[in-house]
């Protein structure tokens, strides 16, 4: 009787179902029947337990899709940028990218120290952005999109930003961090993103797994060109996509590779390859190089972090393996002396730098650095050249500010490389 109950409450459950039926009067018929009975219910509850796998499925990858990345593949619109406290120290990375290099465009920055005043003042482009104390102050602009325009140490997102996050999905905002704390995997944030009509796009979560390196980067026929530097933002990202504006005016089939949030945001794909476990690493990057080398002749890599560096060597060595470029570009922030946010870590001479990051690559597959992109933003245009300069001396290479002066001559280097 257990046994039957528990297939006759099957199948109320799946309405509408037809058994045979039961005759008291004739007990051999009865067992046929209900045998009969249990197999349709059988057949028939398999494929419905089966169809509902597929219905719980598809609303799994759908949300996952809908809240984690689908805002990579459309336009962010007018963008606002969070920046709390870093504009005056101009320590908003991601946020000075977007500005100078995406697509789609910056309306406001969230910053109530600096409120009332133009972005410009403090970063050297971004002409007319108008910088706000809070979201709201924002709204007759119409904002589509909430970008965190920094990323502190251990990428957590400080407490007082999570309010106005939930602002900005209740007012049907999309969202973009570039943290390592992820907001998809907050449910209270997913709820507000769902009920809103928000999305949620956490830049730094990997979309997929990536294989241990093989070497197979040298075997694609591309030359390949890695930006390296003396530090944590250094002008990477910045001598990457300069680059890459030079050498396609000049008629280069040339393609860029980003790796770090604010690359990514950018050009709306990338690998965060700061979020791939160590022994992927040169992996994640050696499988985009070969995803992206049909079709062109030059590669830039952006690079991460630095090989000096006491925290972030481990990206910049694995992406030096596993790019395994022909040639590097060196960068370096002028107006420091050291590691940034770190005590204690002096820059070694600009040489010794250039030599070890040399060294370093030597063993997998030799690379040699063939020019200098620094930033001399704060310095008047006559101090920016008499430190080109005296690199130029310190170095032997050519060097210049690709923001300020344009990257010809670090295109101008490249070609001249592949002539010697």
Known sequence: MGIKNQHLFSAGFLNGLHITRVETNCGSNLIQNYREGVKKIHKIGHSAIFFLLLIWLFLFIFFKINFTSIMDKRSLGNIVIL???????????????????GADQVVAIIDKETAGRDASEFIGCGKGI????????????????LLLGTSPIGGGIPSDWLKIIEKALKAGMGVISGMHEFLSENPGLVKLAREYGGGIWDVRKPVKDYPVARGAAR???????????????????????????????????????????????????????DRIPGDFMAGAIEEAILEEAPGCD????????????????????????GAMPQYLVFCHVVTREGIRKYQGFPYPPLKELIQL???????????????????????????????????????????????????GKLVDALGKAQVV
């Open 83 to 101: 920046a709390e406290g870093a504009v005056r120290k101009r320590d908003f990375k991601t946020g000075i990218g977007v500005i100078r290099y």
């Open 130 to 145: 108008k910088i706000f104390p809070d979201l709201k102050s924002t709204f007759p602009l119409k904002p589509h999109t």
């Open 219 to 273: 075997d694609t026929g591309v030359i390949r060109i890695l930006t390296v530097g003396s530090d944590c933002s250094s002008g990477k990202m910045t001598a990457t996509f300069e680059m890459e504006k030079e050498m396609t005016k000049r008629g280069y089939r040339v393609k860029s590779i980003a790796t770090g949030q604010s690359g990514i945001i950018i050009k709306g794909r990338g690998i965060p390859i």
């Open 298 to 321: 030059y590669l830039l890599i952006e690079g991460q972090g630095s090989i000096n560096h006491p925290g972030y060597s481990g990206v910049a060595l694995a992406l030096l393996h």
């Open 357 to 407: 990051n040399e060294g370093m690559a030597t063993p997998v597959y030799p690379a040699r650095t063939i020019a200098v992109a620094l930033n001399t933003l704060g310095l008047s245009d006559a101090d920016s050249q008499g430190v080109i300069r005296r690199i130029e001396e310190e170095t032997g290479l050519p060097t210049t500010d690709p923001v300020r002066w344009g990257a």
